[in-house]
């Protein structure tokens, strides 16, 4: 049985996973192209193991917390803490690089997104300590 019982929170959750998937497969299949997405030019080899390896890994990494996530709902805070930290990189990047409207909205997705996994995180640990609660009395009283 999953811990996420509504099924539009699985759904989003998926989604999600799916998403980070499908980015992390490109920049592990395809770091050139990727790597232009993102506006960097891996030189030689090594540039693009980086581009397969951290990129494509973080997003891997990312795909895999969200699918455990509906079961492990710990997962979507670990998940939360990796886009948490991609948004903080971004703000360093404002801050010593200078800002522009991509590189704001992409800090924009990712808080969002953590925010999104905290809250799904929040609501379902909520749910089971409420259904623990209630039905711990229950136990009780049949057992007597």
């Known amino acids: ?3 996420l019982r509504i099924p ?6 998926v989604g999600l996973g799916v998403y980070f998937l499908v980015i992390g497969s490109v920049c592990m299949l395809m770091p050139q192209p990727m790597a232009e997405q993102f506006s960097i030019s891996p030189i030689e080899v090594h540039g693009l193991s980086t581009v397969r390896g951290d990129l494509g890994g973080l997003f891997l990494g990312l795909a895999i917390m969200s699918f455990l996530g509906v079961k492990r709902p710990m997962m979507l805070y670990a998940a939360s803490i990796l886009l ?10 404002f801050i010593l690089d200078g800002v522009t409207y991509f ?6 997705v ?3 997104l953590a925010g999104i ?12 300590n409420g259904t623990a609660t209630k039905s711990a009395p229950n136990e009780s009283t049949e057992s007597q």
């Open 1 to 3: 049985m999953s811990v």
């Open 8 to 13: 539009s929170l699985k759904l989003v959750v």
């Open 84 to 93: 948490g930290a991609i948004a903080l990189g971004r703000v360093f990047g």
């Open 103 to 108: 590189t704001v909205m992409l800090c924009v």
């Open 110 to 112: 990712e808080v969002i």
């Open 117 to 128: 996994f905290i809250g799904l995180a929040i609501r379902t640990q909520v749910s089971l």
